[in-house]
């Protein structure tokens, strides 16, 4: 028979463990399209569309206001300070409120015995009734707990300020990276018409080349060579058209617009292509960059918390001082007062942060120390990547020049052979041959300029000023292109204390 319930039993807690299992089912193939149609929907809805050419401030401005990555900082962003005001929080007593209803099978009971004689010296007896109801309303306030959490909160407080900092790098490298994206999608718009119309008559030029050799016209090694040296050229014309062809959909990825999106850039004219100039001496860049990069001013913060976690090692070391008060309610009608107040004064001390606090606080002290040599080792990188990026635009400058020379030199030759063709004195194979010098050298022209605009912006973010204000009139995408294009003019005219978070 006992047997029999323990066999009972233990089925008893098979099936309920097995009604307990938890079992989770793969996701559908209707719930992944579900979730790609919404992923869509977030990612591009709500975005103003694209009625005008744009301009490189607009494509700043839509990749600043729509971009993923910078949408992803603005939240972080917000959580820093909802954490902040979480923090605070923990600073305030500890209220604790409960109330209820207690009851009972039977009447709780007792009765007494003598510990001399072993006898019952008091009959069964309550003070408690078998149902009753309690109230409890308690504050406990630990003064060390308290300034704990105040140092605590001052440590969020900096977070929030780092993740500020955080942001602010990432606005300065989108803003960099359409930078160079759009230039090169300029260069493309302007060459991608010239390289396949090109391509189109060196095609044509092939299938009278091919012509001439199936009917054994002319020698055919020169026949050969020439069809040789043609497809050399689609070849050469169709590397460039590949560099060219993703520079439009990196800056449409930069600005997150649908792959698919036809737009057209704003092109500058030739003559509107200038060969920018650095207005501000490199003894107030240096010390602008000290003072402004984002990288540094969040290791400043990091040196801070680190400070402040040095304080926390030091006062968990203390006694605490714990206050307490509450307010009672008992509906027991055996109790002469059913609702109380009391109060209390507590001091605990654990001992064992008396051993350990030592070793801490030499832990946090090494912390400090290190946030303020990685500090350091930041300053002397920045500075040393200040004097690479001069010098990267200075040969940026050098190089546009010698292709703007080129470019010219290849434009006049071009024109004196096409004058030459049209007179017959010269071969359809030197025309086209000049014309594909004269495009290359267009577009090596081109592609110096946006790495002349590219190492130019390089400076701008290297010295950690914010081309993007923290107010602007409003959020629309013109205000945010206007006032990049002004906060530009001013670091063109020099005016970089316009340009200062601070």
């Not at 300065?172 to 759009?182: F, G, L, M, W």
């Not at 990026?389 to 470019?407: D, V």
């Not at 004196?416 to 086209?432: M, P």
């Amino acid at each position: 028979m006992l047997k029999g319930r323990k066999l009972f039993s233990l089925s008893l807690i098979v099936v309920a463990m097995s009604g307990c299992a938890v079992n989770s089912q793969p996701f559908s193939k209707a719930e992944g399209e579900q979730r790609i149609q919404q992923d869509k929907i977030a990612m591009f809805s709500k975005q103003e569309p694209v009625t005008a050419p744009i301009t490189l401030y607009d494509a700043m401005a839509r990749a600043l206001k729509y971009n993923l990555e910078a949408r992803l900082k603005v939240m972080e962003q917000a959580l820093s300070q909802q954490q902040l005001e979480l923090a605070r929080y923990d600073m305030l007593p500890q209220i604790a409120m409960s109330a209820g209803y207690v009851g009972r099978s039977n009447i709780s009971a007792s009765s007494s015995r003598s510990i001399e004689t072993g006898r019952q010296s008091l009959e069964p007896s309550t003070s408690l009734d078998q149902n009753r109801d309690v109230a409890d309303l308690t504050m406990v306030w630990n003064v060390l707990d308290f300034g704990v959490s105040y140092v605590s909160a001052k440590q969020r407080a900096d977070q929030r300020w780092i993740a500020d900092e955080r942001k602010r790098k990432v606005v300065h490298t989108i803003i960099q990276d359409v930078r160079s994206a759009y230039w090169r999608a300029v260069a493309a718009e302007r060459l991608l018409g010239r390289i396949d119309s090109l391509i189109d008559r060196v095609n044509q030029a092939r299938e009278a080349s091919e012509h001439m050799s199936a009917q054994q016209v002319g020698d055919p090694v020169e026949v050969l060579s020439y069809r040789r040296t043609l497809i050399d050229a689609v070849r050469q014309l169709e590397e460039q058209r590949r560099a060219l062809s993703l520079a439009k959909t990196e800056l449409a990825t930069l600005m997150n617009l649908p792959l698919d999106t036809a737009y057209t850039l704003s092109l500058p004219e030739k003559d509107d292509m200038s060969v920018p100039q650095l207005n501000v001496d490199f003894a107030t860049l240096e010390q602008t960059a000290l003072l402004s990069r984002p990288e540094l001013r969040e290791q400043d913060y990091q040196v801070r918390i680190h400070t402040a976690e040095t304080r926390k090692t030091l006062l968990r070391m203390l006694p605490g001082l714990e206050v307490s008060a509450g307010g009672h309610y008992d509906s027991n009608s055996f109790m002469v007062n059913q609702s109380w107040a009391d109060v209390g004064v507590k001091v605990t001390w654990n001992l064992f942060n008396l051993l350990s606090g030592p070793a801490a606080y030499k832990t946090a002290k090494a912390n400090e120390s290190v946030s303020e040599v990685q500090r350091q080792a930041m300053s002397l990188a920045i500075m040393a990547q200040l004097y690479v990026a001069r010098a990267n635009f200075n040969e940026a400058q050098r190089q546009y020049k010698t292709s703007e020379e080129l470019s010219d030199l290849d434009g006049q030759i071009a024109g004196q052979l096409r004058n030459r063709y049209k007179a017959n004195s010269i071969g359809e194979l030197q025309l086209i041959q000049g014309e594909l010098n004269a495009l290359n050298a267009n577009l090596r022209q081109d592609l110096a300029y946006a790495e002349l605009r590219n190492t130019y912006g390089q400076i701008l973010s290297t010295v950690g000023l914010d081309l993007l204000p923290k107010t602007l009139p409003s959020d629309r995408l013109t205000d945010i292109s206007n006032a990049l294009r002004q906060s530009e003019s001013n670091w063109q005219q020099g005016k970089i204390s316009a340009m200062q978070s601070f």
